[in-house]
């Protein structure tokens, strides 16, 4: 900390800007902001120097001027649900708490849009819109806890970003608090705003470029018929290889979702969701749009499953039918509790023609590290979350999941996959970085950083590699640039 | 540094000099791959040379007048696909395909882009990009942004860099396609791209209802988009004096017919269905209305304001414009978006000048608007992109980070970045 900010005026200051009951600085209540919903072990803990949860984009930005002057990181956060350890303060310094500003300030149903505060839960947004026939379609699996404000950073997707697309897909303007404590628009309303794509590039920056204080988000219509299908297999590959023949009939369903033999002993029997207990893996895919499509579309895919091998076909229409098919899924994670006491869920990417042949990988990983890995993910993006079961207190335990989790990237990337799809790079995944980015690629990464937090002020050691940002190294970058450029003065 | 070979290489593959809002450039090279196009960069970085990439030239008057060019930096040469997956939906194709060439290899396989951006088929995927271009598919499909799922760019830098990937979900950094997508070639020169491609529809059909009145074809508008029909696009449009409402329709043939068959009898009007090839057809000529033709004098903005208020802006257009003695020939409007592209004549005494009150009558009445075409003449001076964005050092500071020679395209973006 700089000297010209002691700890004492420090807590002063804050407290003037938010207030004394918004600051906390205790060792005890800090205890919580050491970590995310990541794993420990996957993800390192540290404890920031304080936390404040301002209600006002002004109160963000008074607080990042004070960090300035003091020298100190910024980190946001949001639910705390970030499973990339995006939300643990690497180097301490301040975390702004954005729970405190969760209003909807606006739905405006002809324009199709929501203008909401970062705090605001996911699902309490969609619950909001629903009476008035819209709902805000990421829908991450953690959609009662997250943030709005997490979904942006994270660029969060969810079973039905299959048709509807991830949060970027989304956001039409975002209300940003940049590093130098100045409060932007990027985006808007309208159509044709000049210049660069800044909401765009603010989305999926996982804190690191600015702290949202409001977005414009985008409301979808509800569609006019809904129908869920379960389909039942011997085993995971002919399950993904209905999968693979699905999209690539061109059929884009709302959601196509599989659960391996694993996730259904875990999640059967705590919610009868009526998936069978012998089944290798199920298949569950929604469908909407108009009454007639959606008819012939759900008959042309239980055509292809029973061909595929499925054992049945079940469809749900009704709200109440379709709610518990999908409690099953939504549900999974926490059931998973009835199969060991810890689990690492890990997200990666493959092309969906490689489903097949990665989850077979999958599974001769679990095999040669001795580790029940069960599969409950988003097979119609090709979203894998291979979530290993282990229990923390058996020595060396955690180190073998780490292995194989480093075993299931290595596969992914060779195969042409990526490193994350809806989680994020944190600090869970920065080492990975080079395996799929060159020197260059990162540079252009770090080009934007630095045009908008020259200082590494936001969120620092996340998505880069250790020590990648830190002043040596850019400077050697510049260096390298500069002879390129053939100037010298850089 | 730039070898002299890959220098050497491109002068080969030189074609003659071009020009950009009649400004000329003395060389133009075509380099044949994502490195030699990097070294050209380099190069023209080093010796402090202007650089304007060119693609199909389709939208090569977009944008403000150049500050100079030296080097006409054509992407011909990085045409082919890089990689074509039908099974995965994904598509990787180099900077320099025609839209229209992909659209024919992706229609072999039943699939596509979902786009209808004016340019059409002779535009480049490099250029379509650079300028981020939509047509009215826009309702229902998105645009580029919601299909880019990897780039690739070469830097002034000397360096290419690459972003995303062949997934269709991908978090893995920042999202850099994004930012380079509508950039105009400002923070790099997009060599290739990736994208996510959807299934052809089976069938589509286009419902165009006419009417006396803007008010009317509006509201009828209004309410079908308030409907539940699922629409691909509806468009209000100022044709030939008569008010048009057009829907178009896709999907399964038998949805098709139907939802036809519904809109017709909702919109009222003299009424005209289209099926298949010519409502495709009746699409692509709706388009091109939007393009400048090549020696006119036409001028083309585009207005953006929120989407509710679509008619409000329109008809504020074109009384605005009546007062100044600009005439409206034709006039393009979404009302799901909220735009309306309108082709003005300013008649003989066209002047920067009158070019600039145009702009400011339009500040006056939209949130955005982009004079997307006039006579070169006229702009000099003018920021055709209009207003100045929220977070304008930012971009500067990007432009800094990405092009501190402000070797792409000096002065032709936003602001004159
Ligand atoms: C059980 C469970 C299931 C999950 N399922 C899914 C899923 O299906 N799909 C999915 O994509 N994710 C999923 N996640 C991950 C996580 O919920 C998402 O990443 C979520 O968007 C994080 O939101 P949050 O509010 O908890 O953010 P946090 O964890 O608090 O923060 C995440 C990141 O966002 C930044 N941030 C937060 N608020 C702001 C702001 N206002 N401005 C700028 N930066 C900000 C933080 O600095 C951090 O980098 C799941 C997590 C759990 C625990």
């Given amino acids: 900390m700089d000297t010209r900010v002691d700890r004492y005026s420090l807590v002063t200051s804050l407290e003037n800007i938010v207030g004394k009951d918004a600051v906390f600085t205790r060792a005890a209540d800090l205890l919580v902001y050491e970590y995310d919903g990541s794993v420990d072990g996957a993800v390192e803990t540290a404890m920031p120097a304080a936390v404040a949860l301002p209600t006002t984009a002004q109160q963000v930005a008074d607080i990042v001027l004070l960090a300035r002057r003091a020298n100190l990181p910024v980190v946001a956060r949001g639910a705390g649900t970030g499973l990339s350890g995006g939300a643990v303060p690497q180097q301490g310094g301040i975390i702004i708490g954005l729970t405190r500003m969760n209003r909807i300030l606006e739905i405006d149903r002809d324009d199709r849009t929501a203008l909401v505060e970062p705090g605001v839960i996911n699902l309490e947004l969609s619950e909001a819109t629903i009476p008035h026939r819209f709902f805000f379609a990421p829908d991450p699996s953690s959609q009662k806890a997250c943030t709005i404000g997490g979904n942006v950073a994270e660029n969060s997707g969810g079973p039905h970003c299959l048709k509807y697309g991830v949060t970027s897909n989304h956001i039409l303007g975002l209300e940003v608090v940049l590093p130098d404590g100045r409060i932007v628009w990027t985006g808007g309303r309208a159509a044709g705003i000049s210049g660069y794509d800044l909401t765009g590039a603010m989305v999926g920056s996982e804190g690191m470029l600015g702290i949202v204080t409001k977005a414009l988000v985008r409301l979808t219509p509800m569609p006019e018929a809904t129908l869920v299908l379960l389909a039942p297999f011997a085993d995971i590959d002919s399950a993904s290889h209905a999968t693979t023949r699905i999209i690539s009939a061109g059929i884009v369903p709302a959601a196509l979702e599989m659960m391996d033999n694993l996730t259904i002993q875990a999640v059967e029997p705590a919610y009868h969701a009526g998936y069978p207990m012998d089944a290798g893996a199920v298949l569950l895919i929604e469908i909407d749009g108009i009454a007639d499509d959606v008819r012939g579309t759900g008959e042309e895919i239980a055509t292809i499953c029973a061909e595929a091998g499925a054992t049945e076909v079940r469809s749900a229409t009704s709200q109440a039918e379709r709610d518990l098919l999908w409690k099953g899924r939504k549900m999974a994670l926490g059931a998973m509790g009835r199969l060991a006491p810890n689990y690492y869920l890990h997200d990666t990417v493959v092309p969906r023609s490689k489903l097949p042949a990665t989850l077979r990988r999958v599974d001769e990983i679990s095999r040669d590290f001795d580790l029940p890995i069960a599969n409950v993910f988003h097979a119609g993006d090709g979203n894998l979350h291979p979530l290993m079961l282990f229990d923390r207190r058996i020595a060396g335990s955690t180190e073998r999941v780490l292995e194989a989790s480093k075993e299931i990237i290595t596969y992914c990337v060779e195969v042409g996959g990526a490193l994350s799809g809806e989680h994020g790079i944190g600090t869970e995944k920065s080492g990975y970085m080079t395996m799929v980015y060159t020197a260059d690629d990162l540079a252009a990464m770090a080009g934007l950083k630095n045009s908008f937090d020259p200082a590494g002020m936001f969120n620092p050691d996340k998505i880069f590699p250790k020590g990648y940002m830190c002043g040596e190294v850019r400077a050697l970058r510049m260096q390298a640039m500069a002879q390129k450029l053939g100037i010298h003065a850089l | ?417």
């Fill in chain 2, 1 to 417: 540094m730039p070898s002299n070979e890959s220098r050497v290489e491109s002068r080969k593959s030189r074609e003659r000099t071009g020009s950009i809002d009649g400004i000329v450039a003395d060389e133009v090279v075509a380099p044949e791959d994502p490195q030699a196009v990097a070294a050209v960069l380099a190069d023209a970085a080093a010796c402090g040379h202007a650089v304007a990439p060119v693609g199909g030239g389709t939208a090569l008057g977009l944008g403000n007048p150049p500050e100079r060019i030296d080097l006409i930096l054509s992407t011909l040469n990085l045409g082919g696909i890089i990689d074509y997956e039908p099974s995965d939906l994904v598509l990787s194709i180099g900077a320099g395909a025609r839209f229209g060439d992909v659209q024919a290899v992706l229609g072999e396989h039943g699939q596509r882009l979902p786009l209808d951006p004016p340019g059409g088929a002779d535009a480049t995927i490099g250029g379509l990009i650079a300028t981020a271009r939509w047509g009215p598919l826009r309702y229902s499909n998105g645009t580029l942004r919601d299909l880019l799922i990897g780039i690739a760019v070469a830097h002034p830098s000397g360096t290419v860099s690459h972003a995303g990937g062949m997934v269709v979900k991908n978090v893995t950094g920042y999202d850099m396609p994004r930012l380079y997508l509508g950039s105009l070639g400002t923070l790099g020169v997009v060599v290739s791209a990736n994208f996510k491609v959807l299934p052809r529809p089976r069938a589509e059909a286009t419902i165009v209802a006419s009417f006396h009145g803007a008010e009317e074809a509006f509201s009828q508008g209004n309410r079908l988009r308030g409907g539940r029909e699922p629409l691909a696009a509806l468009e209000v449009a100022l044709v030939d004096d008569r008010w048009l409402l057009a829907a178009r329709i896709e999907g399964r043939e038998r949805t098709v017919d139907d939802v036809a068959g519904r809109v017709a009898a909702f919109c009222g009007g003299d009424i005209v269905r289209q099926n298949g090839w010519s409502s495709a057809e009746w699409w692509a000529e709706y388009v091109s209305r939007q393009q400048p033709t090549a020696g006119d004098h036409s001028v083309i903005v585009r207005c953006g304001g929120r989407p509710k208020e679509t008619a409000i802006l329109a008809a504020g257009i074109v009384a605005a414009m009546d007062t100044i003695d600009v005439a409206v020939p034709s006039l393009a409007a979404s009302p799901g978006l909220g735009t309306v592209v309108a082709r003005l004549e300013l008649g003989a005494v066209g002047s920067r000048e009158r070019l600039a009150g145009v702009q400011d009558v339009l500040l006056g009445l939209a949130d955005t608007a982009t004079i997307l075409a006039a006579p070169p003449s006229w702009k000099q001076g003018l920021d055709v992109w209009g207003r100045l964005p929220e977070g304008f050092d930012v971009m500067q500071s990007l432009r800094q980070q990405f092009d501190p020679a402000r070797t792409v395209n000096p002065g032709r973006f936003a602001g004159f970045l």
